[in-house]
């Protein structure tokens, strides 16, 4: 008789969150190294999520930087991700992150819900290391000065991918990689647009 206990589900650990640690702030050092063995996808997971949701102005250079260094990390190998100690001093309010679970937790179960185990090999070994390179180039995006709208989509992606390799779920992570590309062409559209537009107005400005 199989007496392991059950897995528990990305949304059940997600809302676990709000009683991390104690006090009312909590470090971002504090909160990885209570993450456990899935802190990789649960870092993504956390500081991808408020970019899908405009409520926490100006967290999207910090979730950039965050993810990028989670992706890294990821490519070199490491078990367990390391936070530098300007980054992992920083706190947050234990009320603004409760919020943005309550906000996103929804979410979180709509995608845990096709997520089964399948298609391993997209998420460990070399794959694994392809991952983390997403993570790095979709935190690199959400680290420049766009709007929400230009986070969205990158954000989107960050979700399903970090979702997909907490579940196990290759195939989730195979979409999230889909997502991803698309995100990335979208925002480089945005940036050609916006340069287009200065220098236009600039020319006009000069004549």
Known sequence: MNSDPPVRRTSEIFLALKDVGEGERISLDGLTRALGDRAFGLLVLIFALPNIIPMIPGVSTVSGIVIGIVGLQMMIGRHAPWLPAAIGEKSIPRSQLAAM?????????????????????????????????MFVLLGAILALP???????????????????????????????????IIATALVLALVVALVAAAITSFGWLTA
């Open 101 to 133: 679970v309550d906000r996103t937790v929804g979410w979180v179960a709509k995608v845990e819900r096709v997520a089964r185990p399948r298609w391993s090999f997209m998420t460990r070994g070399p794959m694994h290391v392809v991952l983390g390179a």
């Open 146 to 180: 766009l709007s929400w709208v230009g986070n969205f989509p990158p954000g989107v992606a960050l979700v399903v991918l970090s979702i997909g390799l907490l579940e196990d779920d290759g195939m989730l992570v195979a979409a999230g990689h889909a997502i991803g």
